[in-house]
C-alpha cells in the first residue's frame, strides 16, 4: 500500500522556521522525484520545489528561493522541506508529492497545516 505521510506543520511566528517531513512507503522510493506543493484558502495548489531521484537537482518557486531547502534520505525513504524566514503569504496546507517508476505513477499525501501568523 502506498502511503505518503507529512509531518511538522504548525503555527509560527514570522520570520520563524519548520521542517516539514513526508516518510514513503509502499513503492520504490528511490526511483521518483520528489516535490512539495502547497494550497492556500481559495487559491489553486502551487508547486513549491521538486528533488530528483538522487537529490543530484533541486528547483524551487521563485516566492520560496533563497527561504526553502528540499532535500531527501533514500536511505530512510524520507523528504525533508526546510523552511525559513516564514512570512504569512507561505500559509497553507503542505502536500508531499511522488512522481515517477515505470507506470510513471502520481502519488500525494494527506497534507500538512502551516501556519504564519503573530
Known amino acids: 500500500q502506498v502511503q505518503l505521510v507529512e509531518s511538522g506543520g504548525g503555527l509560527v511566528q514570522p520570520g520563524g522556521s519548520l521542517r516539514l517531513s513526508c516518510a514513503a512507503s509502499?513503492?520504490?522510493?528511490?526511483?521518483?522525484?520528489m516535490r512539495w506543493y502547497r494550497q492556500a484558502p481559495g487559491k489553486e495548489r502551487e508547486l513549491v520545489a521538486t528533488?530528483?531521484?538522487?537529490?543530484?537537482?533541486?528547483t524551487y518557486a521563485d516566492p520560496v528561493k533563497g527561504r526553502f531547502t528540499i532535500s531527501r534520505d533514500n536511505a530512510k525513504n524520507l523528504v525533508y522541506l526546510q523552511m525559513n524566514s516564514l512570512k504569512p503569504e507561505d500559509t497553507a496546507v503542505y502536500y508531499c508529492?511522488?512522481?515517477?517508476?515505470?507506470?510513471?505513477?502520481?502519488?500525494w499525501g494527506q497534507g500538512t497545516q502551516v501556519t504564519v501568523s503573530s
Open positions: 508529492n511522488a512522481v515517477g517508476g515505470f507506470g510513471n505513477n502520481n502519488y
Open positions: 509502499g513503492f520504490t522510493f528511490g526511483y521518483y522525484a
Open positions: 528533488i530528483t531521484t538522487t537529490g543530484g537537482s533541486r
